[in-house]
């Protein structure tokens, strides 16, 4: 007796395939800003992704918090811990938020530079920009 599966005539191979393009059309960013773009003015579409890459030296306790996002804005999951493949001592890592553009609006997005693990310590550096949701 032959049985057929419901997607018995498709390999298996090619839904993985469709599935990883779907995924990994979902969290491409549309807009990615670094330090460099510090202070300035951002602009995306509702619905894009913006990735924010900031340079961090993960080894020392410091890293990258967001402290001041408005509702128009919601963040993906976890930052992105990123190590150069070359490390040399004192050189930076990165970390990379992703934030999704929900509504139409502007708003300042602010992270600093911070001791997470210390209890009221003073930011060593921030980023701030607007963010203008078409």
Partial sequence: MKRTFMFGTMPAAGLIVAGVLLFACSVK???TVTDEDNGTKVEVKCGDVLAVRLSAQLGTGFGWKVVSV??????????????????????????????????AGESELKLVYIEGWKKNATPLKDFTITVIVK
């Fill in 29 to 31: 960013p549309a807009v």
């Fill in 70 to 103: 408005n509702n128009n804005l919601s963040i993906k999951g976890e930052p992105e811990q990123i190590t150069k493949e070359v490390q040399k001592p004192g050189s930076s890592d990165y970390q990379t938020f992703r934030f999704e553009a929900i509504r």
